[in-house]
């Protein structure tokens, strides 16, 4: 078999060339049938931009599995392949056509059913967190549905400027790379490695002038799916893998949490916001944390920086407090005091640009 050190940086080029030279086609085409996401009053590109670059992660992830089926030890892939395809379908015609909400949960739900038909998330264990040890099963199969549909409509609203879903999902992809090689799980290990290589290219392209391409639904919902299922698997983990990482399995939900708390953090903040001002959580405002940095005077390629930089500290932050604190109640306060620490800079620098006219950028969600 191959060593995991020499197949791992080939599969990152080898992702990111396939990336690369698809969408220059998927430019060309999008040009060609005019389905380019037209600039308006709002938006911060004078020319129309074409969208839909996620078809090529698409047919990245396919010959990624492709290779990689041979570490695919719990028979995984054909249900995966399976569920982005549906996902991949959902996010296309939203595109085209835009979605109602409704019709793109119901998707989701259909999507994240065929991961639970491998058989492999059957019962999770939180294994002491706050007390609980084996969930059963109806609830299981429900609080991961729960999880796994946040995700990604969590990282499907963080895709309003650019580059900062794609920095936020790298920033994720590796730690869970680190995360799947250290326990063992190459297949995942391979897989979310090779996603730093489909969002390094489609990057090259989102932060051209000349050049640019968004990632559209078709992406963002992919790549917040993958996301959903390293999570997935990660809180389903059995406490032995632990072993040979230096933080505890029974805080495994909140290091998930902090995995992904850019997304989470900017969702969560925006529903509370639209729900006290009693309005629908899917109103389009600019109450998006990366909406608040561009109204405050920043470019798209600093607001992205800054906050895929954000997310990386928190969680070598909390990482580390995890190994020095076996305590799920001190670690759930530190969190928590974590979030509301947060809030304070964006609520200010929201009040200072609130009385201001705000920049003309482009508000996709």
């Given at each position: 078999?191959?060593?995991?050190?020499?197949?791992?940086?080939?599969?990152?080029?080898?992702?990111?060339?396939?990336?690369?030279?698809?969408?220059?086609?998927?430019?060309?085409?999008?040009?060609k049938?005019?389905?380019?996401?037209?600039?308006d009053?709002?938006?911060?590109?004078?020319?129309?931009?074409?969208?839909?670059?996620?078809?090529?992660?698409f047919?990245?992830?396919?010959?990624?599995?492709?290779?990689?089926?041979?570490?695919?030890?719990?028979?995984?892939?054909?249900?995966?392949?399976?569920?982005?395809?549906?996902?991949?379908?959902?996010?296309?015609?939203?595109?085209?056509?835009?979605?109602s909400?409704?019709?793109?949960?119901?998707?989701?739900?259909?999507?994240?059913?065929?991961?639970?038909?491998?058989?492999?998330?059957?019962?999770?264990?939180?294994?002491?967190?706050?007390?609980?040890?084996?969930?059963?099963?109806?609830?299981s199969?429900?609080?991961?549905?729960?999880?796994?549909?946040?995700?990604?409509?969590?990282?499907?609203?963080?895709?309003?400027?650019?580059?900062?879903?794609?920095?936020?999902?790298?920033?994720?992809?590796?730690?869970?790379?680190?995360?799947?090689?250290?326990?063992?799980?190459?297949?995942?290990?391979?897989?979310?490695?090779?996603?730093?290589?489909?969002l390094?290219?489609?990057?090259?392209?989102?932060?051209?002038?000349s050049?640019?391409?968004?990632?559209g639904?078709?992406?963002?919902?992919?790549?917040?799916?993958?996301?959903?299922?390293?999570t997935?698997?990660?809180?389903?983990?059995?406490?032995?893998?632990?072993?040979?990482?230096?933080?505890?399995?029974?805080?495994?939900?909140?290091?998930?949490f902090?995995?992904?708390?850019?997304?989470?953090?900017?969702?969560?903040?925006?529903?509370?916001?639209?729900?006290?001002?009693?309005?629908?959580?899917?109103?389009?405002?600019?109450?998006?944390?990366?909406?608040?940095?561009?109204?405050?005077?920043?470019?798209?390629?600093?607001?992205?920086?800054?906050?895929?930089?954000?997310?990386?500290?928190?969680?070598?932050?909390?990482?580390?407090?995890?190994?020095?604190?076996?305590?799920?109640?001190?670690?759930?306060?530190?969190?928590?005091?974590?979030?509301?620490?947060?809030?304070?800079?964006?609520?200010?620098?929201?009040?200072?640009?609130?009385?201001?006219?705000?920049?003309?950028?482009?508000?996709?969600?």
């Open positions: 078999m191959l060593k995991i050190y020499i197949v791992t940086p080939l599969l990152i080029i080898g992702a990111f060339l396939v990336t690369f030279i698809i969408i220059p086609k998927i430019t060309w085409i999008v040009k049938l005019k389905l380019t996401d037209k600039a009053t709002r938006s911060s590109h004078k020319n129309a931009i074409p969208t839909m670059g996620g078809f090529s992660f047919i990245a992830i396919i010959l990624i599995v492709f290779f990689i089926k041979r570490w695919d030890t719990e028979l995984i892939a054909i249900n995966f392949i399976t569920s982005i395809t549906i996902i991949f379908m959902i996010g296309f015609k939203d595109d085209l056509v835009l979605s909400p409704k019709a793109k949960a119901i998707g989701q739900l259909v999507a994240i059913l065929f991961l639970f038909l491998s058989g492999l998330f059957k019962n999770i264990s939180l294994d002491g967190f706050l007390g609980i040890y084996e969930v059963p099963m109806v609830l199969f429900l609080f991961l549905t729960f999880i796994m549909l946040a995700i990604i409509n969590s990282f499907n609203l963080i895709d309003g400027v650019d580059g900062l879903a794609g920095t936020v999902g790298i920033v994720i992809f590796i730690v869970y790379a680190v995360i799947f090689f250290a326990t063992g799980f190459y297949f995942y290990g391979l897989l979310s490695s090779s996603l730093v290589g489909v390094t290219a489609y990057l090259v392209y989102n932060f051209s002038e050049k640019k391409i968004f990632m639904d078709t992406g963002s919902l992919l790549i917040g799916f993958c996301i959903s299922f390293f997935l698997k990660f809180i389903s983990m059995d406490a032995s893998y632990f072993w040979y990482t230096n933080f505890h399995a029974h805080d495994k939900l909140l290091i998930a902090v995995i992904l708390s850019i997304p989470l953090f900017d969702t969560s903040r925006v529903i509370v916001i639209r729900l006290l001002q009693k309005k629908s959580p899917f109103y389009p405002d600019r109450n998006h944390i990366h909406h608040v940095l561009i109204d405050a005077g920043l470019s798209h390629k600093k607001t992205s920086l800054i906050l895929g930089i954000l997310n990386l500290i928190i969680v070598g932050v909390f990482l580390h407090l995890s190994t020095r604190l076996d305590n799920s109640f001190q670690l759930l306060f530190i969190l928590i005091g974590s979030y509301l620490l947060l809030l304070v800079p964006f609520y200010i620098l929201k009040q200072k640009t609130s009385n201001k006219k705000p920049f003309k950028y482009q508000l996709k969600k």
